[in-house]
């Protein structure tokens, strides 16, 4: 969950085709990430190699849908 929060609050802050490697150690990552991708219309990459730690690629998307910020799982707008 706190995964989702933070990848929200940093793709605010980037420009669309932004690309992000999240390392993520909870076993809910490959899940949740390609769901949250699929919710706001950010491309989720799958997993990147080249890290110690499982991690993950987000490509950012100009124009996502919003979500919440305490609870990006849900649209902003409903």
Not at 31 to 38: E, G, I, K, M, S
């Amino acid at each position: 969950m706190l995964l989702l929060i933070e990848l929200r609050k940093l793709t605010t802050t980037l420009a669309g085709g932004a690309v992000v490697h999240l390392i993520a150690t909870d076993p809910a990552a490959p899940v949740d990430l390609p769901a949250w991708c699929h919710l706001t219309g950010h491309e989720y990459l799958g997993p990147v190699d080249g890290h110690d730690r499982p991690a993950y690629g987000v490509r950012v998307t100009a124009g996502a849908t919003a979500t919440r910020a305490d609870r990006p799982w849900h649209r902003s707008d409903v």
